[in-house]
């Protein structure tokens, strides 16, 4: 194993790390509050996060072992198994991303209407759709014989070893794509771009009000009307850059991989393998990036963070209390008789 294979395997092993223990406290923060599981919405990320994990325990190890072995690292009925979990999963995760982002739209463009409109059935009824639709594409490909070991990213996906069938598995793989990833992006940009714009006219709004404020306000200190103008600027660039996040990060970590299987198609251009498996790192990559983008910084996930730490070391103290009680009663016993 040369000095690429071994960062590549590094970055796999980081990758899948993060993954499992963000992934796993966003999980625990989830059971822990039922703030957080009331709304509607946190059906979307519990489906996320469930995959997320799902697909770090199951898909990472397997890639990271052909890695590092240089071969197919399972029996061809594990390896088609494992192909419909990474194609399903995939499918999935972007879908739940797409109903994240009507979800951060209803609630921005319809805040009196949000809770009558969005309620625990129709989220119900959304995260099924996102089954179904994920479902229907591994299954095909599986009656199809489509899944097996891809060579170039080093994992169990999306792949056909039949020449006289490159024409209609290329079919297929455009359809998957376009149908979960560019569906996924247009949900995304047209949703998010519209929040942004309704975001920015609440700035406004609120610029024009505290401008108005400071003109009447004459005789304020200046270094206050310096921390509200830093004020509005911090405002105005806040969505901003969440918005950025969102798309940002669906588009470094999917847009690589969809795009090299998509050239892979073409018999005259040959993917490398390096560059084959830091796609799919990239891929993966975004189950790590998801408790973080949609959770962890969230003011309620941190609370409910700091809550499960407490009470981890508020158990540890009183257990190692209790031991030192007992010790001591035990070593006080013979001097009392």
Known sequence: ??????????????????????????????????????PAPALFTLNLTCGNLLGTVVNMPLTLAAVVAQRQPAGDRLCRLVAFLDTFLASNAMLSMAALGLDRWAAVVFPLRYRARVRPRGAALLVAYTWLHALAFPAAALARSWLGFHAPSASCALCSRR?????RFALFSGAFHALSF????????????????????????IDVITMQTLVLLVDIHPSVRERCLEEQRRRRQRATRKISTFIGTFLLCFAPYV??????????????????????????SKAASDPFVYSLLRHQ????????????????????SGLAGGSHSQNTLPVAE
């Open 1 to 38: 194993m040369n000095s690429w294979d071994a960062g590549l395997a590094g970055l796999l092993a980081a990758t899948m790390g993060v993954s499992l223990l963000a992934n796993a406290l966003v999980l625990l923060c989830l059971l822990h509050s039922a703030a957080l599981r009331r």
């Open 163 to 167: 020449p006289d069938e490159r024409l």
């Open 182 to 205: 560019l569906l996924a992006l247009l949900v995304l940009c047209a949703t998010y771009l519209k929040v942004l714009r309704v975001a920015r006219a609440h700035c406004r709004r």
């Open 259 to 284: 795009l090299t299987r998509l050239v892979e198609l073409s018999a005259t251009v040959p993917i490398a393998s390096h560059w084959g498996v830091l796609s799919k790192c990239l891929a993966y």
């Open 301 to 320: 996930y941190r609370q409910s963070c700091k809550e499960i730490l407490t009470r981890l070391f508020h158990r540890r103290s009183l257990r190692s």
